[in-house]
């Protein structure tokens, strides 16, 4: 199983990037999320989305600025992050779970993260 994240790269604060996680090498339709982690802290959640029913969930600071989707016919999920501010600066990751979760425990596989900083 792979989950390969790329859209990362710096952007000044107010700017937008859209993340993408392509997964291969899953046997079955899995819930996906997004998970970051700055510098000396602790592994967050940010979005996630049940695969099948396409349910959404978002940790309350990204609410209405970032937008989490999916392309099922392409293996890919999405994170459009809008409004970014400095404090979203950390590495992003993707995880894929059986059933759409916040908690991060109980996702299987992540992807390698990619850089997001965001500058004043």
């Known amino acids: 199983v792979q989950l390969i994240e790329s859209g990362g790269g710096l952007v000044q604060a107010g700017g937008s990037l859209k993340l993408s996680c392509v997964a291969s090498?899953?046997?079955?339709?899995?819930?996906m999320g997004w998970f970051r982690q700055a510098n000396g802290e602790e592994r967050e959640f940010v979005a996630a989305?049940?695969?099948?029913?396409?349910?959404?969930f978002y940790e309350d600071s990204v609410k209405g600025r970032f937008t989490i989707s999916k392309d099922n016919d392409n293996d890919t999920v999405y994170l459009q992050m809008d409004g970014l501010k400095p404090a979203d600066t950390a590495v992003y990751y993707c995880?894929?779970?059986?059933?759409?979760?916040?908690?991060?425990?109980?996702?299987?596989?992540w992807g390698q993260g990619t850089q997001v900083p965001v500058s004043s």
């Open positions: 995880a894929s779970t059986s059933v759409a979760s916040t908690g991060a425990n109980v996702y299987d596989y």
């Open positions: 090498g899953l046997f079955t339709r899995y819930a």
């Open positions: 989305i049940g695969w099948s029913d396409s349910r959404t």
